[in-house]
């Protein structure tokens, strides 16, 4: 897998945008970037993932800089029930699994 | 649509005990795999299976974890003997082919003593 980079921790303000960081300066022209969440006491949930293109779906949208070596989510009003740990992963293929690192734990305050 | 199912949600053993996990993924997904999440930290990966066949668990301590997942449906995951480092989360996760996203049930939290 690419070597993502992650902060650990982040805190926003209900209502406000939370715009979490991923550096993945290893990445390959093939490796997707993904992006999962964790809330407490629950499974890893997919959230997003894209190749090159800026993609945006219900939940968040995903911005990869041109040279695809970073890459940021947008959670556009987040909410208290947005807090958790945040994991970027860059897998090698498509067929190989996710490596998850320690992600960023965002706190989302009232 | 179910989700993946695990059972039991939680359980505290002695070390040197053996325990088992159950995980029913979604149904049609070919792709299952067995995480260990343990406090503060990332899921590992402990083993993947593509219909009932191992994929890689080249992470799997094969001394005393095993897994099977016969009839590529539902799986188990067993560890015999048990021992304190085990204490974790240990999370299923399916998939309808390898590289696709991924969903995960609630884990079974394992308390060794």
């Known amino acids: 897998d690419a070597k993502t980079t992650q902060p650990p921790s982040m805190d926003c303000a209900e209502g406000r945008a939370a715009n979490l960081p991923c550096n993945h300066s290893?990445?390959?022209?093939?490796?997707?970037v993904y992006w999962y969440r964790q809330i407490h006491s629950q499974g890893p949930q997919y959230i997003i993932h894209?190749?090159?293109n800026n993609e945006t779906n219900e939940m968040a949208s995903l911005i990869i800089t041109e040279d695809r070596k970073s890459s940021t989510l947008i959670l556009p009003h987040a909410t208290l029930r947005d807090t958790a740990v945040y994991y970027c992963?860059?897998?090698?293929?498509?067929?190989?699994?996710?490596?998850f690192g320690k992600g960023t734990r965002l706190s989302v305050i009232a | 649509e179910a989700g993946v199912a695990q059972s039991p949600r939680y359980k505290i053993i002695e070390k040197r005990q053996s325990v088992a996990f159950w995980c029913n993924p979604i149904?049609?997904?070919?792709?299952l795999y067995w995480y260990q999440q343990i406090l503060g930290q990332g899921p590992k990966l402990l083993i993947q299976?593509?219909?009932?066949?191992?994929?890689?668990d080249s992470q799997l301590p094969k001394d005393r974890f095993s897994a099977e997942r016969l009839k590529g449906v539902d799986s188990t995951l067993k560890i015999q003997p048990a021992k304190l480092e085990d204490s974790a989360v240990y999370l299923c996760?399916?998939?309808?082919?390898?590289?696709?996203?991924?969903?995960f049930g609630s884990g079974t939290q394992l308390s060794v003593l």
């Open positions: 996760a399916s998939s309808n082919r390898v590289g696709e996203k991924l969903f």
């Open positions: 290893t990445i390959s022209g093939n490796e997707y």
């Open positions: 894209g190749l090159k």
């Open positions: 992963i860059a897998p090698l293929s498509g067929n190989t699994p996710l490596v």
């Open positions: 149904s049609g997904h070919a792709t």
């Open positions: 299976f593509q219909n009932n066949g191992v994929v890689d």
